[in-house]
């Protein structure tokens, strides 16, 4: 699981980027809601840079590592979920969630369907009741969360399309689709399953680095230990 067309690299890497842009005089734009950096020259934009979730980037110009970082990730596949709760980058709490929603001949998740046919027989219904129960149920789960956990992020990778099931039913997410904790997650997964939040538990605390066809030859990053070596995934 990576971030695509990304790679990943250690701090000594990014301070070694830092330092060229401050030399050549590029520009630095923190985007909190995506929690990455965006480096830009005269001319275009040249890298993206996804920050580790325990660090933020300060107005002056830096790194700082945040003391008590609290955060929830919620992963929805059509038919399946997995919330956790994560403190300081490590799961300490999570639930997988699993509905009868996907129609078996076409593929396709109830609520989509009925988006574009309409019909309503009795396996369409109850799919439909299935669908809005499963979303009912992980938000119970994020509400708990929510209360008992003083929470910085929401990080969320769910299809558009699924949206209003998440922030319009019976029983709402603790945030809404604008909330400026809402972070969407770029990492592309398949299961919404537990082995992917734990995966997620190592990513998230990692740098990862995007670089434009442009930046290639302007800059240079020295050797550096390998920050996928230790990584079993």
Not at 48 to 58: I, R, V, Y
Not at 112 to 124: D, E, H, I
Not at 172 to 178: G, R
């Amino acid at each position: 699981m990576k971030i695509p067309q990304t790679q990943v690299i250690p701090y000594e890497q990014v301070l070694q980027i830092v330092n060229q842009v401050e030399e050549k005089g590029w520009k630095i734009t923190f985007l909190p809601e995506k929690q990455q950096l965006i480096i830009e020259n005269e001319v275009s934009w040249l890298a993206k840079l996804f920050l580790p979730w325990t660090m933020t980037w300060l107005p002056e110009g830096k790194f700082q590592i945040l003391d008590d970082v609290h955060y929830c990730l919620t992963l929805v596949r059509a038919g399946q979920a997995a919330v956790g709760y994560f403190h300081q980058g490590n799961l300490l709490d999570h639930k997988v969630f699993r509905g009868y929603l996907v129609r078996q001949k076409q593929g396709k998740s109830q609520f989509k369907y009925l988006k574009t046919k309409g019909k309503s027989r009795a396996g369409s219904r109850i799919r439909l009741e299935e669908t809005l129960l499963f979303f009912n149920e992980i938000n119970e789960r994020l509400q708990v969360y929510a209360k008992q956990y003083p929470l910085n992020f929401w990080g969320l990778g769910c299809a558009k399309t699924l949206w209003p099931l998440l922030f319009d039913g019976e029983i709402t997410a603790p945030f809404t689709s604008k909330s400026s904790e809402l972070i969407e997650l770029p990492y592309p997964f398949s299961k919404g399953s537990y082995e992917e939040l734990q995966e997620l538990e190592l990513r998230l605390q990692q740098f990862h680095l995007l670089l434009s066809p442009l930046a290639v030859p302007l800059i240079q990053l020295n050797q550096a230990s390998n920050p996928e070596e230790d990584d079993s995934w």
